[in-house]
């Protein structure tokens, strides 16, 4: 399996006065080329109470996923850990998971024994922040913001196992990707050639950027139930707001189906969310309606970009923000993206659509129809 991002050859990041970074094509790329495989920098799967479709193995060097219908208590091992059956469909038969021995979190799952082992020195810190201020912070803020604050913890827990031991396997600049001829890893100094923490503090995001209050809860979020709370692992409170805006900014929703794939062509849309997670690379991508560009997720997680048409030499390359399936009319895109992401959307289906006018179930709603 693949140990670093791999990058189209024909891909470049560049700048724009309005947009900020944006991915370029450098040159002529067929339709359904492969673009990108980025692999993550640190998931966390959705709580159960959200009865999430699929489970993923916590150890982020395999990140294997399992369909959780099916997925049944065995009983107890000598070493007193959980194991878990699952009728695995996304990687083709059954996986045994295994489930901390502390019981940490009943989503923290390994897809082996094996997984389970080698995820120790990441997993040790996180078991007993889970165990102390994250389940206190679950109980008295909630889901949502539980979430947030796991990946957060599970971001600052990579960066301190990886100064630790160096870095990690693949993550040398100028090491080849196998992942077919159309695709290596990046060379140059743009952001496709960072790799690890630098790939992670290089992504945009800064408290100036949201608003005050906003980034107010988040200090206070963050400095009950995050800063100095990690056994061994430091993260101070300007890290952590500088964490938490990146990840606003750039991390990704997990679902089981493709994202972006343009033109509409069916009524089932990516299916229903698992988790979320931060890949650094795969961030440059901005955001369309009309996208030229589509991703999905494979068994590992790795978050795989295809063209969707023949893209041209300078044309940029984006990708669609949610689901376009349930997305469709205008003025619900324009409210969705304004709500969420806080930019307008000026791509050309949105140009097309300008003078749009509500449709009609939409009449009553406030909707800002620009």
Not at 146 to 172: K, M, Q, V, Y
Not at 173 to 196: I, L
Not at 228 to 252: H, M, W, Y
Not at 271 to 291: I, K, Q, V, W
Request: charge should be negative; charged fraction near 25%; glycine fraction near 8%.
């Amino acid at each position: 399996m693949a140990s670093a991002p791999a990058v189209h050859a024909g891909l470049a990041v560049q700048q724009s006065t309005n947009k900020g970074r944006l991915v370029v094509a450098t040159q002529a790329i067929p339709a359904q080329a492969v673009l990108m495989v980025d692999l993550p920098y640190a998931l966390v799967p959705a709580p159960l109470s959200h009865e999430p479709p699929i489970s993923f193995c916590c150890n982020h060097r395999c990140n294997r996923q399992a369909s959780r219908a099916g997925l049944e208590l065995q009983p107890r091992q000598e070493n007193r850990d959980a194991a878990m059956q699952a009728d695995n469909s996304r990687s083709g038969g059954p996986v045994t998971f295994i489930s901390c021995p502390r019981q940490c979190a009943p989503e923290v799952l390994w897809c082996s024994r094996d997984c389970h082992a080698q995820d120790a020195a990441r997993h040790n810190p996180e078991c007993a922040w889970l165990r102390s201020s994250g389940a206190r912070a679950r109980a008295e803020q909630g889901e949502f913001e539980f979430e947030l604050l796991w990946l957060l913890a599970r971001t600052s827990i990579r960066r301190h196992c990886d100064s630790n031991i160096g870095s990690e396997p693949g993550e040398n600049h100028n090491e080849s990707v196998e992942t077919g001829s159309a695709v290596t890893t990046s060379a140059g100094s743009s952001h496709f050639d960072r790799r690890g923490w630098d790939s992670v503090w290089d992504l945009e995001g800064s408290p100036g950027s949201f608003p005050v209050d906003e980034v107010a809860g988040w200090r206070d979020l963050t400095s009950t139930y995050l800063v100095d709370k990690i056994p061994g692992v430091e993260c101070t409170a300007e890290q952590a707001i500088g964490l938490i805006c990146r990840l606003e900014t750039n991390s990704f929703g997990l679902y089981p189906g493709v994202t972006g794939d343009y033109p509409i062509k069916t009524h089932a849309g990516r299916g229903e969310y698992f988790g979320s997670g931060l890949y650094p690379t795969a961030a440059m991508f901005n955001h369309a309606c009309c996208p030229n560009v589509s991703h999905r997720l494979d068994e590992h997680s790795r978050r795989i970009f295809t063209a969707n048409r023949e893209i041209k030499p300078g044309e940029e390359c984006c990708i669609s923000y949610f689901d376009l399936v349930e997305f469709r009319d205008a003025a619900v895109r324009r409210h969705e993206i304004r709500t969420k992401w806080t930019f307008g959307c000026d791509c050309q289906r949105c140009q097309d659509d300008a003078n749009e006018g509500l449709p009609d179930f939409l009449t009553g709603l406030d909707i800002e129809n620009d």
